[in-house]
Nanobody, 125 residues
Framework: QVQLVESGGGLVQAGGPLRLSCAAS????????MGWFRQAPGKEREFVAV????????YNAEAVKGRFTISRDNAKNTVYLQMNSLKPEDTAVYYC??????????????????WGQGTQVTVSS
């Protein structure tokens, strides 16, 4: 089994930065791509970014438009999301997710087998 634990959420003013972390534990050798989703109140959970072990990455360009950067430390089984120039519309619960190894990288919720509990990000105007 795999466990994912997010950290780094909180309250930030519009225009400010925030960095999220997600540490994986358990059967980490079975993990492939790791990514981030978010869910705002009353909205569907949406894809934000994903990064494979070998460096292939995808972003929700419409949502993040070059403001967010995903990175990964394979030795620490940790993925990060650096968020800059935050906007009130970025307010959401951010979820870390991981795919099984050898699965083609995906951007849909059902591409991911493992999920964290989520961390709240609130951006004030």
């Amino acid at each position: 089994q795999v466990q994912l634990v997010e950290s780094g959420g909180g309250l930030v003013q519009a225009g400010g930065p925030l960095r999220l972390s997600c540490a994986a534990s358990g059967l980490t050798f079975s993990i492939g791509a790791m990514g981030w989703f978010r869910q705002a109140p009353g909205k569907e959970r949406e894809f934000v970014a994903v990064l494979t072990r070998t460096g292939e990455m995808r972003y929700n360009a419409e949502a993040v438009k070059g403001r967010f950067t995903i990175s990964r430390d394979n030795a620490k089984n940790t993925v990060y999301l650096q968020m800059n120039s935050l906007k009130p519309e970025d307010t959401a619960v951010y979820y870390c997710a991981a795919q099984p190894r050898n699965r083609r990288v995906g951007v849909a919720r059902n591409d991911y087998n493992y999920w964290g509990q989520g961390t709240q990000v609130t951006v004030s105007s």
